[in-house]
């Protein structure tokens, strides 16, 4: 069965510290990719995505994941957190021979302290 | 543009009580989604649609839960009778132009606490 996999439910960081929550996902088949952040009792909004071309994506609020293909991966990094990025991150595929629905990972919860 | 609205926020309700959940997605999208978000976990699908028909309710608890979008515009999620573990959120997501758009754009979700 396919599957998203967030190896980290918790990542406690200081703030301007660079940070990388991680995504694995089990599958063979061509993948469509995605990070989503929720921020407290906020709907989830899309981070950024990967459909096809450069490997290395950026996204929004400075963040930047790369898809690895060959250890189907696709980790989330930022270089520099700040107080706001504190918020939980999902991980979320589609397996294109599944269907157009988003599977998602069980999520990060990314703490940012001063 | 205006966003996915969903409709009540927060719902308490007893154990065997029933439950309807409303969501009106991005105007023109013709693909909708029903999420259930149970705390400490990521959104599972449910439901989804393309228009008013079902693409894939694999997972969802028919003996429970029902849904259906009328004139594949706004949609309803029902639950017959509530369970304590169906306590979640639930989020309707929509995305424009069918099977191979693959962004969805999501509500903030219905909170169910059931007791």
């Known amino acids: 069965a396919q599957s998203v996999t967030q190896l980290d439910s918790q990542v406690p960081v200081f703030e301007e510290a660079p940070v990388e929550l991680r995504c694995n996902y089990s599958?063979?088949?061509?993948?469509?990719l995605f990070w989503y952040v929720q921020y407290p009792n906020q709907g989830l909004q899309l981070l950024l995505k990967?459909?096809?071309?450069?490997?290395l994506v950026k996204g929004i609020n400075g963040f930047e994941a790369e898809f690895n293909k060959s250890q189907t991966s696709f980790h989330l990094r930022k270089p520099s957190v700040h107080i706001s990025d504190t918020a939980e991150y999902f991980c979320?595929?589609?397996?294109?021979?599944?269907?157009?629905?988003?599977?998602f990972g069980k999520g990060t919860t990314l703490s940012v302290s001063s | 543009e205006a966003g996915v609205a969903q409709s009540p926020r927060y719902k308490i309700i007893e154990k065997r009580q029933s439950v309807a959940f409303w969501c009106n997605p991005i105007?023109?999208?013709?693909?909708l989604y029903w999420y259930q978000q149970i705390l400490g976990q990521g959104p599972k699908l449910l439901i989804q649609?393309?228009?008013?028909?079902?693409?894939?309710d694999s997972q969802l608890p028919k003996d429970r839960f029902s849904a259906e979008r009328l004139k594949g515009v706004d949609s309803t999620l029902k639950i017959q009778p509530a369970k304590l573990e169906d306590s979640a959120v639930y989020l309707c997501?929509?995305?424009?132009?069918?099977?191979?758009?693959?962004?969805?754009?999501f509500g903030q979700g219905t909170r169910l606490t059931v007791v």
């Open positions: 990967y459909l096809s071309g450069s490997t």
């Open positions: 599958s063979s088949v061509s993948v469509y």
């Open positions: 979320a595929v589609i397996f294109n021979q599944a269907g157009t629905a988003l599977i």
């Open positions: 649609f393309q228009n008013n028909g079902v693409v894939d």
């Open positions: 105007s023109g999208h013709a693909t």
């Open positions: 997501a929509s995305s424009p132009d069918g099977f191979m758009n693959t962004e969805a754009f």
